[in-house]
């Protein structure tokens, strides 16, 4: 099935900004919505940003909102997240997520399809 490679994380100033890539191989990214999450030790992993396919729908967290933009390029079998305006609160492990049964998905529990996860650290 689909599998996911996250890359593009690494150490960042505050207010600066990085670029996820999430690589996707198998035959299934096809129609999938697709999703990142985040995971600061100690906190439960929670939803950031999701889109559809098509990219009609795109949702991203109260938390991130206006600064974190979520894309795709279907043809490439890749999603981004671009996230600007770093704070030291968006230090986490990221990962992406691919949901095999959901259309509208942005809880942890409609994903089923998961990325090793990689590494952002924000400093001040």
């Known amino acids: 099935q689909v599998q996911l490679v996250e890359s593009g994380g690494g150490a960042v100033q505050a207010g600066g900004s990085l670029r996820l890539s999430c690589a996707a191989s198998?035959?299934?990214?096809?129609?999938?919505?697709m999703g990142w999450f985040r995971q600061a030790p100690g906190n439960a992993r929670e939803f950031v940003a999701a889109?559809?396919?098509?990219?009609?729908?795109?949702y991203t967290a109260d938390s991130v909102k206006g600064r974190f933009t979520i894309s795709r390029d279907n043809g490439k079998n890749t999603v981004y997240l671009q996230m600007n305006s770093l704070q030291s609160e968006d230090t986490a492990v990221y990962y992406c997520a691919a949901s095999t049964t959901h259309t509208y998905a942005v809880m942890l529990r409609e994903y089923d399809v998961w990325g090793q996860g990689t590494q952002v650290t924000v400093s001040s």
């Open positions: 889109c559809k396919w098509s990219s009609s729908w795109v």
């Open positions: 198998g035959r299934a990214f096809s129609g999938l919505t």
